[in-house]
């Protein structure tokens, strides 16, 4: 370790390329498992599946190498053992289905996954520098938009399982959605960087809390009215979940009022209480969450129930890979694809892919700490934050803490849609990171943001003491300084 | 292949999960231990190396003052802010392209860049609105900046350091 700190400022690629080796490893490995539960034999396709996997980490970790070679080495690996243990709970689920190779869910999912590593690959050497997206921010928004809105248009939109956010495109259906949330992401940091000074602008103080003034609360009221016409035309809990979630999370970050929080969660369960008296679908999806066993209404959520005893079957240490039956859940493959995961790598498996998760959120806030430029900042974080939010409506919902909605878990879950915006995601992010952490020109060390024990005490004390100044660092000036407190 | 084999697989399987876990928490307890001042020392030969830990000697007695490495905010919301001092010309304002990004309502959005000329830091205006002040001259040309002078932008005064 000592050795290795001493010479030129570390840029981590050795290190990634030992992770994604392990990750590689262990879906490798979990895909053996499977075939020993299922059939007793090592499956025939298993290096066929990690040489696959393994060419699609080699050419995102050499682009990174080449293009970004200061990005946070952790990121990657992670992302890679996410998709790769996501790949073989969906091949497992298949094979439980009996569904041959071409037809199944996983091919199209290993298909998805070259394609989100070719897209992330593709925004790594075409994104060299992340402020050029500070440009596109109203053209984001529109996009962003568009995209969200577009299931809503006729013949283009399709209504599946009772929500609209699908549009079919020839033979096979994307969410635009999710690509929506990077463009969504985007456009916030964008406005926010902008509009941050009048924002945390403080108005009338109301018990312990200062409030912002009435007049800039537009943009928090736009958001909400977006948000509740996507709950409410496309039924969809979750992505109105995950944009509030995200703009309030952000003007927070922005502004550093916590009012914007407490007005954005009054807004939102306000608004959600509404929708729970007016709407029959969000009282269904309340009842499935909170009664899910009684009589009358077990015959429908018997997908949660489901998924919970299948977890629960999993116990600590899971039944092992191939050894449970996670595919009787309804959608077990996408929706529940946690359940499915808890039932076979029991509990002792799933808090390791949450802190997997955890730890991915981790390095994007970091991330967003050590770069230098506001819009940078907001837009790690913003990433960061979708990713946490999605990861939290999913397994709220299937482990029953919040209702279930029809949110992927990013990088696990079969959706092709998803699985593209994610790896866009972990490109942007990587491409920050970069930025963040690379040294500056001829100086060493992101030193942006130094904590307050970094600052020569001689400037704590608030007096900004020229004299003092002068006596110790020398001063070629004779001038006096004219100071602004 | 036999019940046993198979649950240490298993076994094998999750704390090989778990292994991985925890390397990457192993590298981010870097970001903890192996902090910007740890590695502060100029690894390149341009800037001249502080000389050990308790470097910061007297410079007024030096001929010819090694360059500034750092430019710190000593007044302002931004205040304890520094940034290290490269080749690179350092642009000031409200703009998010700025290198130092300013949150102060009297400066403008592109106020004032400071740049390495001739070996000496020079500071200029870019035609901002309420101006650039060093010392108590307004600057518009660039000027260059004696170690220790103050430069003041809105509510923001900024400082070179070595």
Known sequence: ?485 | MSELTLTLLRLGFLALLWLLVLSVVAVMRRDLFNSPRMSRRPATAGVPAMSGGGGRSQPQQQESPPLPTTLVVTAGSLKGTTIPLGQAPILIGRTPESTLVLDDDYASGRHARLSLRHGVWMVEDLGSTNGTFLGRNRVQDPVPIAPGAQIRIGRTVLELRR
Request: glycine share 12%.
């Open chain 1, 1 to 485: 370790m000592a050795s290795a700190r001493t010479a030129s400022p570390r840029t981590g690629r050795n290190l990634e390329a030992v992770l994604i080796a392990v990750a590689i490893g262990l879906a490798i490995g979990a895909y053996a498992l499977v075939g020993l539960g299922v059939n007793d034999a090592l499956p025939p396709g298993m290096l066929g599946y990690g040489a696959g996997l393994g060419a699609l980490a080699l050419v995102l970790h050499l682009a990174v190498r080449r293009f970004a070679p200061y990005a946070d080495p952790t990121l990657l690996p992670m992302a890679m053992l996410l998709n790769g243990l996501g790949l073989v709970m969906i091949h497992r689920i298949d094979l439980g289905l009996g569904k041959s190779f071409t037809e199944s869910a996983a091919f199209r999912q290993l298909m998805w996954s070259a394609l989100g590593v070719v897209a992330a690959t593709v925004i790594i050497i075409w994104l060299h520098d992340h402020r050029v997206l500070s440009r596109f921010t109203y053209i984001a928004m529109a996009a962003g938009m568009v995209l969200l809105l577009l299931p809503l248009v006729p013949f283009i939109g399709k209504n599946i399982n009772g929500a609209r956010i699908w549009i079919g495109l020839g033979g096979f259906s994307f969410q635009p959605g999710e690509i929506a949330k990077i463009a969504l992401t985007i456009f916030f940091a964008g406005y926010l960087v902008t509009a941050r000074d009048s924002l945390s602008l403080v108005g009338r103080k109301v018990l312990w809390m200062q409030l912002p003034r009435a007049k800039d609360l537009g943009p928090l009221l736009a958001a909400w009215g977006v948000t509740l016409a996507v709950l409410v035309f496309e039924r969809d809990l979750g992505t109105s979940l995950l944009f509030f979630g995200m703009f309030v999370g952000l003007l927070y970050i922005a502004t550093e009022r916590v009012s914007w929080v407490v007005l954005g969660l009054l807004l939102f369960v306000g608004g959600a209480l509404a929708a729970w008296q007016l709407f029959a679908h969000v009282q269904a999806r309340v009842d499935f969450w909170l009664h899910p066993f009684r009589d009358d209404i077990l015959p429908y959520s018997t997908q949660i129930v489901q998924g919970v005893f299948g977890m629960a079957s999993g116990g600590l240490i899971g039944t092992g890979l191939g050894e449970g039956s996670p595919w009787r859940v309804l959608y077990s493959a996408s929706d529940m694809i946690f359940a499915s995961l808890g039932e076979e790598m029991g509990l002792t498996g799933l808090f390791a892919l949450l802190l997997v998760y955890a730890l991915i959120v981790e390095r994007g806030l970091r991330t967003a700490i050590g770069a230098r430029d506001g819009f940078g900042k907001l837009l790690a974080a913003g990433l960061s934050l979708t990713l946490a939010l999605q990861v939290f409506v999913v397994v709220g919902g299937v482990t029953r803490v919040i209702p279930l909605t029809g949110l992927t878990l990013p990088f696990m879950a079969a959706g092709g849609s998803s699985l593209l915006a994610n790896w866009m995601i972990i490109a942007i992010l990587l491409r920050i990171s970069d930025s963040a952490r690379r040294p500056a020109p001829e100086a060493d060390g992101p030193l942006f943001d130094l904590p307050v024990d970094e600052i020569p005490p001689e400037l704590q004390d608030g007096s900004n003491s020229q004299g003092d100044d002068r006596d110790q660092y020398g001063s070629g000036n004779d001038q006096e300084t004219v100071v602004v407190r």
